[in-house]
């Protein structure tokens, strides 16, 4: 990938990174860890990779994202917002009462959001479908979704896993966000799902295991997952929970909880330099 | 006298699929491994490129289903009764009933007519389960008649569908003139004393109770109220206003199912002695399903018994 474009990548995941810290700080709640870990992957796919049109939100031949880890709904907003499916503007409205940006995505309200999710597990199921719906249109589309790592703890990942590996869905890219974090610690305190290559590679997944936040990484990933036939490819991406917002990275009380007034300038003073520093 | 067809209505169930998989080439059926039996398998055998079978995984077939329908397809998924909304239960409510997804599950061996398998395997909760989905619809039909006229119009309706069969083979009710619409109950007998409202296998017995009635000089009106969900209130308010008590009766927990709604309905608007005949809030067991709905009253005669029942309480409260 040429500096140019890694340059442009780099500043969209700075304006989700901003985009996640305005929206859950004016919703006072909402989970800006695990989404400030894919911000790269959010930047490299709706600005880089993925065929969408904002004008055309629905067209039948887009590319699909899926959002399992539907508590990183702040990162996929500010990914959509800027992308121009709706005003950015409209990020300060996160869980609010008469907002549509609900606290996990809805697909009824939110244009740009391919399905409804937030119930750890049912995301990447219906990525499977879409998957399906593709390989049945003559590959009409590549399928995306990401999940968390403490994620692979529930059952019907595995369910997933399994049928996708089965049906031989090579449109189908599942990324891990590995950022070793979960509500009650750290995922090998909680249930560790380790060794995730293994798992999935166990389950009849082509595995590619990259640092998340880097552009270079993620571009030769998901090429070699489009080259890929006969099977689904999983992108264990290696992360920093709350990357980018110094007092927020790897700490695990960030999963769930919003800045506060202070908390929420400094985070905004450190974007706006990281901004700066790449404009410059 | 002609000869009473006997069908189970997941066979008119899996002839149906075939009908419609010829009148629709968009529709895809998946299954959980339990096509020889939810009858699924016919239309495996019909259209094998269109048939998807997900295994033993009923969480992830809903979920697969969900992005195939939004992609375009009409899909119909089947399992068990237990294991479609049992199971399968979040997977239902978040990735079909929160999204509003054109799925219809067509959930089979309902109730405790499943019989010798037991208790694990006889679901009489799922009505309760699906009802409190919102925007859900469910269809419980009495007999092949209307369980094909059933998938016909689940079909065509927009949202998730949840369509309750079952194992044991049942007279047929109704003929080639039947009319079925979704959201709307039928007088099959019109009465003066009480009103029976029965759905899916209760249907018949009902038919057989107002006989009952007949023979002691009671006048029994007689519903067929195959949605369960949207309940059709005007036709139970009609039989309330007309007949000052209401009998349900349905295979499944008297707790959740169509005795519920019709309570809810009866008591919000008109209220009347609502006596419900059904699985009284316990588990079944296994046994021959002919036996084991003697043994949970799921019977012409205790429908008549609760009849009377409800006329006298009514009389006691005039």
Not at chain 1, 96 to 117: A, E, F, I, W
Not at chain 1, 153 to 165: H, S
Not at chain 1, 171 to 189: P, W, Y
Not at chain 1, 232 to 253: D, F, L, R, W
Request: glycine content about 10%.
């Amino acid at each position: 990938m040429d500096n140019v474009c890694k340059q442009r990548l780099a500043i969209e995941a700075v304006k989700i990174r901003q985009g996640i810290i305005e929206s859950t700080y004016h919703a006072k709640s909402g989970h800006p860890g695990g989404s400030l870990s894919i911000a790269e992957l959010l930047s490299y796919l709706y600005f880089q990779e993925m065929n969408v049109d904002p004008a055309d939100p629905k067209k039948t031949d887009r590319d699909r994202f899926v959002l399992s880890k539907g508590h990183a709904a702040p990162a996929l907003y500010a990914a959509l917002a800027n992308r121009g499916f709706f005003p950015v503007e409209d990020l300060k409205t996160l869980r609010k009462t008469d907002s549509y940006l609900q606290g996990h995505p809805n697909m009824n309200y939110v244009p740009g959001v391919d399905m409804s999710t937030g119930s750890l597990g049912q995301g990447v199921s219906a990525a499977v479908g879409f998957a399906l719906a593709s390989k049945r249109q003559n590959d009409l589309f590549r399928v995306y979704t990401v999940l968390g790592d403490g994620e692979l703890e529930e059952g019907e990942v595995w369910e997933a896993a399994m049928f996708a590996a089965a049906k031989k869905l090579d449109t189908l890219t599942v990324f891990v966000d590995n950022n070793n974090l979960q509500i009650d610690g750290t995922v090998e305190e909680v249930n560790s799902p380790y060794p995730i290559p293994e798992k999935f590679a166990a389950f009849g997944f082509r595995v590619i295991v990259i640092d998340g936040h880097d552009f270079d990484q993620l571009e030769v990933a998901i090429e070699q997952a489009k080259q890929t036939k006969g099977c689904p490819t999983a992108v264990i991406m290696e992360t920093i929970k709350g990357k980018g917002i110094s007092y927020m990275e790897n700490q695990v009380n960030w999963h769930g909880a919003a800045p506060k007034e202070e908390q929420y300038r400094i985070a905004m003073d450190e974007l706006d330099a990281q901004l700066k520093a790449l404009q410059a | 006298m002609a000869e009473i067809i006997r069908t189970a209505t997941r066979d008119a169930y899996g002839k149906a699929l075939v009908e419609l998989g010829g009148l629709d080439p968009n529709l895809l059926v998946l299954d959980a491994d339990l096509a020889a039996a939810t009858k699924t398998g016919m239309f495996k055998k019909a259209y094998p490129e269109r048939f998807i079978d997900c295994g033993i995984a009923e969480g992830n077939m809903i979920g697969v289903a969900a992005g195939l329908a939004a992609s375009g397809f009409t899909v119909f998924c089947s399992s068990f009764a237990m294991f479609a909304a049992g199971r399968a239960f979040e997977q239902i409510r978040n990735s079909l009933g929160y999204t509003h997804l054109n799925v219809k599950i067509g959930a089979t061996h309902a109730g405790v007519s499943v019989g010798e398998d037991g208790a694990s395997h006889q679901c009489c909760e799922d009505i309760g389960l699906m009802r409190t989905i919102p925007g859900m619809t469910i269809l419980n039909p009495a007999d092949d008649v209307e369980a094909r006229l059933a998938v016909l119009a689940a079909a065509k309706h927009d949202g998730p569908v949840y369509l309750r069969f079952g194992r044991l083979a049942v007279p047929r009710v109704f003929d080639e003139t039947y009319c079925f619409e979704i959201g709307k109950g039928v007088y099959l007998n019109e009465g003066t004393d009480v009103t029976i409202i029965a759905s899916g296998l209760l249907v018949e017995r009902a038919i057989a109770a107002v006989e009952l009635l007949k023979a002691e000089g009671i006048s029994a009106a007689l519903i067929n109220m195959a949605t369960i969900k949207p309940l059709d209130r005007e036709i139970v308010l009609d039989a309330a206003r007309k007949t000052g008590c209401i009998v349900t009766a349905e295979e499944h927990n008297v707790i959740g199912g169509l005795g519920s709604a019709v309570a809810e309905a009866v008591a919000e608007a008109l209220p009347v002695p609502v006596l419900r005949v059904g699985v009284q809030d316990t588990f079944g067991r296994s046994g021959p399903a002919l036996e084991l709905l003697e043994l949970y009253g799921l019977t012409a005669s205790n429908i008549a018994e609760n009849a009377k029942r409800a006329i006298a309480l009514k009389k006691s409260l005039i």
